[in-house]
């Protein structure tokens, strides 16, 4: 069985190039929307953890 080395797309999971991360220019774009998308929900996630701190902080420091 010939292994040619390939990848598959991280998006829709076709077979494609060994360089190659997206078999089209539509998936490239779907990933960079998906990880802007997690990287404001990963900021959204930590000012909420600061602000419950803060909320629990502020108190004990009057
Ligand atoms: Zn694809």
Redesign the pocket.
């Known amino acids: 069985m010939p292994l040619v080395p390939h990848r598959h ?1 991280i ?2 999971g ?1 077979a494609i190039e060994a360089d190659k991360y ?3 220019e539509e ?1 490239e774009q779907k990933m960079e929307k998906e990880r802007k998308r997690q990287r404001n929900f990963t900021l959204f996630m930590f000012l909420m953890l600061l602000i419950i701190l803060l909320m629990f902080w502020l108190p004990l420091l009057r």
């Open positions: 797309c998006v829709c076709k997206y078999c089209s998936c």
